[in-house]
């Protein structure tokens, strides 16, 4: 597949969201893509949610552990936002100011999914908890990777070998059905900023449609604003 040819960014960066079920792809897809757009002499960060900066790593451990169900859903949702406005002001911000492209394994869409679709918070909670972590922060492309239940957690367990199951890995297989259809309707909730990408193929082949939607949807926008 032949490269568009990319202006140096001006201005802020661009950020660039991962989301998906278990064993979706995510990490995969987003270090083949980072490769490609530091072909191109773009900057690029990848980082990741829960974690991404030393105190929402301290977060990720809390929640991944199972600490977070122990407590219930609302106290889940309160830890994610702790997390994410760490990682926020440590690291995604300034990176997109100094016109560094973020590429993010997860991001406000997982708390929507997994705490809210099937943890039941109450939507009041969530947005109030993404005004005071991310503000007017969205991203400028979010990737939801999608593909069957069964072949996800067949490649999450693969993944991990003989290690025990984290937090999400480990719930049954009707909640992560359940999850397919909570990023699904992400996706079609908001067709701007979302592109919802069959992720059941080899994995050049799904990056080739996450870099195909990448050029049209940003690429595309970003060298027609460019200055000449």
């Known amino acids: ?24 792809g995510k990490s995969t897809q987003i270090k083949k893509l980072a490769d490609r757009l530091n072909a191109t002499k773009l900057r690029t960060i990848v980082t990741r949610e829960p974690g991404g900066s030393p ?14 169900k122990l407590l219930g859903p609302d106290a889940e949702t ?16 300034p ?7 973020v590429l993010c394994d997860r ?13 039941s918070v109450p939507a009041g909670i969530i947005n109030a908890m993404q005004r005071v972590t991310i503000g007017d922060l969205k991203p400028d492309l979010t990737i939801i990777l999608d593909l069957p239940v069964e072949i996800g957690l067949q490649r999450a367990a693969t993944r991990r070998g003989g290690a025990t199951p984290d937090r999400f890995e480990g719930e049954n297989l009707q909640f992560h059905r359940n999850l397919r259809e909570a990023y699904r ?7 701007e900023r979302c592109v919802l ?7 050049d082949t799904v990056a ?11 690429l595309a926008r970003t060298n027609s604003a460019a200055p000449a």
Do not use: C
Request: charged share 25%.
């Open 1 to 24: 597949m032949s490269e568009i040819a990319v202006k140096p960014p001006s201005g802020r960066g661009r950020f660039i969201t991962f989301e998906g079920g278990e064993g979706s």
């Open 185 to 191: 309707k992400i996706a079609a909730d908001d067709p």
């Open 55 to 68: 105190g929402a790593e301290i977060m990720r451990h809390l929640v991944l552990s199972g600490m977070g």
């Open 208 to 218: 080739g449609r996450v870099w195909t939607a990448l050029r049209d949807r940003v």
């Open 197 to 203: 990408i069959d992720a059941n193929a080899d994995p």
């Open 107 to 119: 991001f406000s869409d997982s708390t929507r999914a997994y705490q809210g679709s099937l943890g």
């Open 78 to 93: 309160l830890l994610f936002a702790a997390a994410r406005d760490d990682h926020v002001r440590t690291v995604i911000q």
């Open 95 to 101: 990176a997109l100011n100094q016109g560094t492209w």
